[in-house]
């Protein structure tokens, strides 16, 4: 027996009693009180679960465990880490605009490459890319 | 411990919750058992009402969150990556 099944066959228990009680299919004739409790029941059992999850969730934001001092020592290593970071790729921009000996193959080949885009996007587009070929530096 | 505006979210969320259903179990459950001439039926409205008023209001909710969901999906489509 599967969860599922359970599952099912208890639904569909509670929901067959609920039937038999409001539409009196046993005609059991039950005091008038008591099949106006019994027929909102669906609806009352679905809000009841909303005003729990819905108090659970309140009572769980309310005493949450909130850590100040992580949260400020966090702000500043991202800080330290976004400066850290902008030092470097200005460093990098030094090296690839000004390459030493070792770094002039690697930029040549990243000219190419740039170039070979440049060609294919501007034959996709429709315009000529014979200027392209020639002077790699304009963009079509 | 949470502070502030969380604690005060957090409890008002609490608060609104039991005094919906403190309403709504009074009004399924102990008024049928109350004599019809009690004052106390002035303060809550016909029968009918207490399952079309979740209901609409479910169905709403429901409305709110497609939606939603429908609304960002419609920001985040991309259109086709020529290569």
């Known amino acids: ?140 | 411990m949470a502070t502030g505006a969380d604690q005060a979210v957090g409890m008002g969320l609490v608060g609104f919750s039991l005094m919906l259903f403190t309403y709504y179990t009074v009004w399924v459950i102990i008024l049928p058992f109350v004599d019809s001439d009690h004052v106390i039926h002035n303060y809550f409205l016909p029968r009918e009402y207490s399952v079309i008023l979740p209901g609409v209001a479910a169905l709403v909710l429901i409305l709110c969150v497609g939606t939603f969901i429908g609304v960002v999906t419609w920001k985040n489509r991309k259109p086709k990556k020529m290569d």
């Not at chain 1, 969860?3 to 046993?26: C, N």
């Not at chain 1, 990098?92 to 605009?97: E, K, T």
Request: include cysteine.
């Open chain 1, 1 to 140: 027996m599967t969860k599922l099944l359970e599952w099912l066959l208890g639904v569909s228990a509670v929901v067959v009693a609920w039937g038999l009680l409001t539409f009196d299919l046993l005609g059991l004739r039950l005091p008038q009180a008591y099949r106006d409790v019994a027929w909102p029941m669906p609806m009352y059992l679905l809000l009841v679960f909303g005003c729990y999850s819905l108090a659970t969730v309140g009572y769980r934001v309310a005493t949450f465990n909130d850590c100040e001092e992580a949260a400020k020592e966090l702000q500043a290593q991202i800080q330290e880490a976004k400066q850290d970071l902008q030092k470097r790729v200005e460093i990098l921009i030094q090296r690839l605009i000004n390459p030493g000996v070792e770094l002039w193959p690697l930029a040549q080949l990243l000219k190419e490459m740039i170039r070979q885009r440049l060609i294919k996007v501007c034959r996709m587009a429709g315009t000529q890319a014979s200027h392209v070929e020639h002077e790699p530096t304009r963009l079509c």
